[in-house]
């Protein structure tokens, strides 16, 4: 069965306030009733202790006269006047009122004042005060109020009852209020939640410039937010999407139109089937390779489950081996690739391949752009290593430093299908070193006036 969060949330809310003001009301009426209980029994036994010391002749002679079977004794006091042979009690005039119940040794009772009916009190019977004779010995026991078995509630306690049910009102009263606010905060929190999941579901449906009007400043607010950026990323990605198979589509539209139709002109008799024919079909096929080549290492770089296979290896001999596998495209473009090494320990735990791939699309990207001189240089810090690829080209314009680790991306002045790459080496160098927890940015050499490229990277 679906219970709907606005019932939960309610339910749970009740409970609470429920239990809260049931331990609170009733925990509040019992230790009242308790403090009051000890409160009045304290008062009665102060009381009868004080009217013990009054009692002790009265209480012999009643003993005496129920003995001798003459019928139950007068009550001690009478009139506030007269007392037992004579003798006046100084008891205040109305304390027949004040429920007394007096005993002999064995628990007979010898008065009971307020008509309990009772004829007995057990003699263990711990609250009683003990009545004394004028030779100091106990003669009987005297009850009083709260410390007579069985007595009625005294008025007192109805005064508390009406106070109980009074309390119990009130927690009702407060109980109705707390539901309202808190239906009134349930549904501020269900209205919010149900903003996010018409959006979500507008997301599901393929709408993802959908975005939350977000005015809050809880966690409802964050969520809100998160959705938002959430949803410009997944707009983003889709966008990146669409040109990726856009611009994969025309790059690889562009050698395999070359191919089909330099083989149509041979076919034709346009152009001869020869070795320089041949070679130019070989020229568009290998960059056609390169493209679905690079493709697939930029896939398998962006997947999830990319791994790096770390050794450690020393980065500056790393660099030398990649210019002089290079050797012969610098000599034919005529250009200078220099060094910039210091003596400093440059050993490094990366993934020896990637970094491999790294390096070459770095050098590779200089080379296209450079007029004359390629310099690379190595700094040392305290974990990691800063490397710079710098060239003396036109340079890279400040609104494109960001975006030329884009896929495809070229700028105006000099990147074209024509000059060699695809728009993917530095996005394949970008991927590998956030792979390696490192960072890569773009600016401007200072020594060579050109482009420099930066890249950080840990050395474990």
Known sequence: MRISLRAKILGSFAVVVMLALSAAVGMGNHLTRTRYDNFAFEQDFMRAEWFSKELGEWTVEAGEIIEHGMGHSMPPHMDGKMGMKGRELPIVRDWISSHIVITDLSGRVLYDGANYGLKKIAPDNPKRVPVYDDNNSVVGYLYMGRMIPGAQHPPEFLVLQRASVVSWLVALLIFIFAMALGLIITENIIKSIGVLNQAAREVEGGNLRVRVLNNRRDELGDLASGF???????????????????????????????????????????????????????????????????????????SPESTLERELFNLKALIREVIEASEPSIRQLGLAVESNFPDDYSEISADREKMHRVLVNLLSNALRYAESRVLFSLQAAEDSFELHVEDDGPGIAIEDRERIFERYFRTDKSRNRNSGGVGLGLSICREITKLHGGSIRAGSSQTLGGARISLNLPKS
């Open 228 to 302: 938002n950026s959430m949803a410009v990323s997944l707009e983003h990605a889709a966008i990146q999407r669409r040109q990726l198979i856009a611009n994969s589509a025309h790059e690889l539209r562009t050698p395999i139109g070359l191919i089909q139709a330099r083989i149509e002109m041979m076919e034709e008799g346009v152009y001869p089937l020869d070795a320089d024919g041949l070679s130019a079909l070989s020229i568009e096929s290998k960059r056609l390779s390169a493209l679905v080549d690079e493709l697939r290492i930029l896939s398998e770089l962006e």
